[in-house]
């Protein structure tokens, strides 16, 4: 009787550890919110709230479900003045603050790299009789992320001058939640394959990006584009055949990291998407900074509670100071590295932007054989080196394309708008 309850709580475990059912768990608890939230909305909307509602709560229920404000035909008015701005501004300050921006995004996110690959794939509290125990729950480290993030994005728009807000506030919801499971299935996935390899996968995702637009919206390319996705297939295949194979891990094993960074891809294409339709709202990135992290925390934190897996997680914490700390680092590296992002783009562009996170992937990986002791041959080298030249050349073509794009017609130059 003793032995079969330790096989059926063994079996529990084992189910409770796979990186499926903790999905549909999770995604289980944020239907829960997102059902009744679904419900509400639409019975404002049926109810025509927006004529007939009034009282003390009406401000807020139209902030959330209506929203203030009508759509902006020029979102970009404001990024674009203020870069206009900073192409005036003197040389030096402008070398000043590009070294300021790649110093940032470069400390904040290497950093995280490292810290999220020793949280997810090395145990803590380990001595010579105690092989230690490793942490699994990645959730509770995406709602650390995400409270760091929304308390920084907070402050930011508290201390400083901010479009006034008009999108209704239930848009945010979609993006956070799809930001939300690409984070989840970025850390599950780094406990089945290594984190060079994750990397590339990233930087790899213009490939389905590019066949989705093909298939679904029809759109069509440039030939450098097909030249640049096909030098990325290659370098990555190089480097995933080359690879000193693991004992360890079983075809399984790796096919499940497989399908998490495809997930992770998915999702975060629809993120990055719908983010583009929510700017078409007068609002400023800090401000969709701060409206996808609030419902962000308010997704994880319901979530693990439902589970009780926000204690599980606090008492590993307190079992292991060490974890805290990297735990906490994470999350300011995290919160931090966004505003980073959103002040190299304001200031200098998306194509500035691309060059410093590309270098930071490349810088990423060689850390990361250095630190953690991953084997690459030459031919996986050369395949990782083909990745970062393709995608070079992609960022230097986009930018000579847009520079021709600019040019007036002959015979048009001298006419100005009125």
Not at 104 to 118: F, K, M, N
Not at 255 to 280: E, H, P, R
Request: glycine share 6%; with cysteine.
């Amino acid at each position: 009787m003793a032995a079969s309850e330790e096989v059926l709580a063994a079996l529990q475990d084992s189910w409770g550890d796979f990186w499926l059912f903790r999905f549909f768990v999770n995604a289980a608890g944020y239907a829960s919110i997102m059902v009744p939230g679904f419900l509400l909305i639409q019975y404002f909307k049926r109810k025509n709230y927006l004529e007939t509602g009034r009282g003390i709560c009406f401000p807020v229920i139209k902030s959330c479900i209506f929203g203030s404000e009508a759509k902006s035909a020029h979102p970009d008015d404001s990024s674009l003045a203020s870069r206009n701005e900073t192409m005036e501004s003197s040389t030096a300050r402008q070398v000043f603050k590009l070294l300021f921006c790649a110093a940032g995004l470069q400390a904040s996110y290497l950093t995280w790299g490292v810290l999220q690959e020793r949280v997810m794939t090395r145990t803590y509290g380990a001595t010579e009789t105690d092989p230690g125990e490793k942490f699994k729950d990645s959730q509770f480290l995406v709602f650390m992320n995400r409270i760091l993030a929304f308390t920084v994005a907070g402050l930011y728009c508290a201390l400083t001058k901010q479009p006034r807000h008009g999108a209704p506030m239930y848009k945010y919801s979609f993006a956070s939640l799809s930001n939300i499971l690409s984070s989840w299935c970025q850390y599950e996935a780094l406990k089945y394959i290594s984190f060079p390899t994750q990397v590339l996968a990233k930087a790899s995702k213009v490939i389905p990006v590019m066949l989705m637009g093909k298939l679904v919206s029809r759109k069509s390319y440039e030939y450098w584009e097909y030249l640049t996705a096909v030098l990325i297939s290659v370098g990555v295949s190089m480097f995933l055949l080359s690879s000193t194979p693991n004992k360890h891990l079983s075809t399984v094993t790796t096919f499940s990291g497989v399908v998490l960074l495809a997930g992770y891809i998915v999702f975060d294409s629809f993120t990055s998407n719908w983010q583009d339709a929510l700017f078409m709202y007068k609002m400023s990135p800090v401000q969709m900074m701060f409206g996808v992290n609030v419902f962000s925390c308010l997704f994880t934190m319901c979530s693990l509670l439902e589970q009780g897996a926000l204690l599980e997680s606090a008492h590993f914490m307190a079992r292991h100071s060490e974890f805290a700390a990297h735990a906490m680092l994470l999350s300011i590296c995290s919160a931090f590295g966004q505003l980073f992002i959103f002040y190299t783009i304001n200031q200098f562009g998306a194509a500035v932007f691309t060059i410093i996170m590309t270098l930071r992937q490349a810088f990423a990986i060689l850390l990361s054989c250095l630190i953690y002791g991953h084997a690459i041959t030459v031919v996986g080298g050369l395949g990782v080196a083909v990745v970062f030249v393709a995608l070079f050349l992609r960022v230097y073509a986009r930018s000579r394309m847009k520079k021709r794009s600019k040019k007036p017609p002959v015979g048009e130059a001298s006419v100005q708008k009125v």
